[in-house]
């Protein structure tokens, strides 16, 4: 019969630890499903604009192919990377990231380039995907500071008592982290 009632006990306590923190935690792993799609949408708007801005490029007359080609790799190698927000591991965003890494790259090769072309500048249009593209890249950065923002609090609640028991009953693991792309840590050394 006390072994009966310490079962009971033991179950009392152990199932109101897990209730309050399972409600919790999937608010939390849920959030996070929601701001990887805001990531996921900010990323698809730059790649929205990228076909606008190689054919204003080409519009303009004089360009160099080999880099509009880059650009238009680059973009299809980052679209073709789609993560699922239950998978957000860290090798899977470090993969993801690369992929845009190498867009960003690419993008920024080709608005260095037409940078010689005055007279492409002068196209209509091209200064206001320019000013498109900086401002989609702005929103970019926010969404993944947000992104981070939200998986910290979700690593840390699930590994935090009484979460954590919670946590590992019910399956729930940590997400990745957006992190910064490999060199960035050097200043750049500017020149005139």
């Given amino acids: 019969m006390k072994n009966v009632l310490r079962l009971f006990i033991a179950l009392v306590i152990a199932s109101s630890l897990s209730s309050c923190s399972y409600n919790s935690l999937v608010e939390k792993r849920e ?9 996921e949408t900010a990323y698809q708007r730059r790649s929205d604009l990228i076909p606008n801005l190689v054919e204003t490029v080409k519009a303009g007359g004089k360009y160099e192919s080999e880099t509009l080609q880059k ?5 299809a ?49 091209y200064s206001e995907l320019r000013v498109e593209l900086a401002s989609t890249e702005d929103k970019i950065a926010f969404e993944r500071k947000k992104f981070n923002d939200l998986v910290n609090d979700y690593n840390a ?8 028991i919670t946590a590992k ?5 940590s997400k990745g982290y957006f992190k910064a792309d490999a060199g960035t840590e050097k200043v750049p050394t500017v020149k005139f």
């Fill in 71 to 75: 650009v238009v790799e680059a973009r």
């Fill in 31 to 39: 959030a996070v499903s929601a701001q990887w799609a805001n990531v």
């Fill in 169 to 173: 009953m019910f399956g729930f693991t």
């Fill in 77 to 125: 190698s980052a679209t073709s990377i789609k993560l699922d927000p239950s998978n957000l591991s860290e090798e899977n965003i470090a993969k993801y990231q690369a992929a845009q890494s190498q867009l960003s790259g690419s993008l920024s090769r080709l608005l260095a380039t037409v940078e010689a072309y005055p007279e492409l500048q002068a196209v209509k249009g």
């Fill in 157 to 164: 609640s699930i590994a935090t008592f009484p979460a954590l």
